[in-house]
């Protein structure tokens, strides 16, 4: 499975911003849960959202009720839409994802970097 993520950039405070990650390869019809991380300058990389095959899915605190991540099995695409974007936000975002409903996830994408200005 290849993933191929795109969307970030300069945004201001308070802004909104969508997030795409394209799954490819040989394996990418036996994906089962994707998720969102994010890694800031200085920090460990931090999970975001996931979503199962179903359409469940679960938010960091830091981010329930301002992101909403979603998919497409269809484009083999997972969204990250983020809205009341805070400086915080800023780190660089990876899509990743998994073929079975737990364990570690064992695909990810290179990243994309969201930069929030105050």
């Known amino acids: 499975v290849q993933l191929q993520a795109s969307g970030g950039g300069l945004v201001q405070a308070g802004a909104s911003k969508r997030l795409s990650c394209v799954a490819s390869?040989?394996?990418?019809?036996?994906?089962?849960?994707m998720a969102w991380y994010r890694q800031a300058p200085g920090e460990q990389r931090e999970w975001v959202a996931s979503i199962t095959s179903s359409g469940s899915t679960n938010y960091a605190d830091s981010v329930k009720g301002r992101f909403a991540i979603s998919r497409d099995d269809a484009e083999r695409t997972v969204y990250l839409k983020m809205t009341s974007l805070k400086p915080e936000d800023t780190a660089v975002y990876y899509c990743?994802?998994?073929?079975?409903?737990?364990?570690?996830?064992?695909?990810w994408g290179q990243g994309t970097q969201v930069t929030v200005s105050s």
């Open positions: 390869g040989s394996n990418v019809i036996s994906i089962n849960d």
């Open positions: 990743a994802a998994r073929l079975s409903a737990y364990g570690e996830y064992g695909y």
